[in-house]
Antibody, heavy 118, light 111 residues
Framework: QVQLQESGPGLVKPSDTLSLTCTVS????????WSWIRQPPGKGLEWIAY???????NYNPSLRSRVTMSIDTSNNQFSLRLRSLTAADTAVYFCARIISGVVAFDIWGQGTLVTVSS | QSALTQPPSASGSPGQSITISCTGTSSDVGTYNFVSWYQQHPGKAPKLMIY???KRPSGVPDRFSGSKSVNTASLTVSGLQAEDEADYYC???????????FGGGTKLTVL
């Protein structure tokens, strides 16, 4: 079965750029849409971005100016870059697979906590 | 402030039924049938319980059901069980420019 695993730094400094990777195992990344979602400690969920294997992307309007998502089909991975970090970006970051033709996520990674602090 | 409004908490006794509401607008819940519900236990990733308003993924008990009326979606959990205690989040599609919006979440307590 398909599994997702996020990886990246647990601690980043304010104004720096966060880079996260999600590795897809047990299945191909091709033919699906993939997404990033985050959750600040003790708070609700926020959709960040989605992309598909041909390179198309869509971003949350509130983050569009700071975020880039990309897919690496050769390594079965997709990535997130978030620039100009502030403490408000501290959150658990999840990667997820989108159900084909549906606005919903059927498979999630376990999440990775990113803390923005000097 | 979340785009969709959910009650912060709900509770019920084992065996009872509980309904959680999710209020949006004519730009999201009211226009598209892309309403989903997720269950999240502490420290875990969310789990899809309902998609496209009322569809259940394979493996989700039929105790969970969804519906929609105008701008408000609802999740009903029948025959409450202890393991249903969790946070529940609704989501909706809000157009191409704002693909998915979330509710603020509802903490369900099984008394």
């Amino acid at each position: 079965q398909v599994q997702l695993q996020e990886s990246g730094p647990g601690l980043v400094k304010p104004s720096d750029t966060l880079s996260l990777t999600c590795t897809v195992s047990g299945g191909s990344i091709s033919g699906y849409f993939w997404s990033w979602i985050r959750q600040p400690p003790g708070k609700g969920l926020e959709w960040i971005a989605y992309s598909y294997d041909t390179g198309g992307t869509n971003y949350n309007p509130s983050l569009r100016s700071r975020v880039t998502m990309s897919i690496d089909t050769s390594n079965n991975q997709f990535s997130l870059r978030l620039r100009s970090l502030t403490a408000a970006d501290t959150a658990v970051y999840f990667c997820a697979r989108i159900i084909s033709g549906v606005v919903a996520f059927d498979i999630w990674g376990q999440g990775t906590l990113v803390t923005v602090s000097s | 402030q979340s785009a969709l409004t959910q009650p912060p908490s709900a509770s019920g006794s084992p065996g009872q039924s509980i309904t959680i509401s999710c209020t949006g607008t004519s730009s999201d819940v009211g226009t598209y049938n892309f309403v989903s519900w997720y269950q999240q236990h502490p420290g875990k990733a969310p789990k899809l319980m309902i998609y496209e308003v009322s569809k259940r993924p394979s493996g989700v008990p039929d105790r969970f059901s969804g519906s929609k009326s105008v701008n408000t979606a609802s999740l009903t959990v029948s025959g409450l069980q202890a393991e249903d205690e969790a946070d529940y989040y609704c989501t909706a599609h809000a157009g191409t420019n704002n693909w998915m919006v979330f509710g603020g979440g509802t903490k369900l307590t099984v008394l």
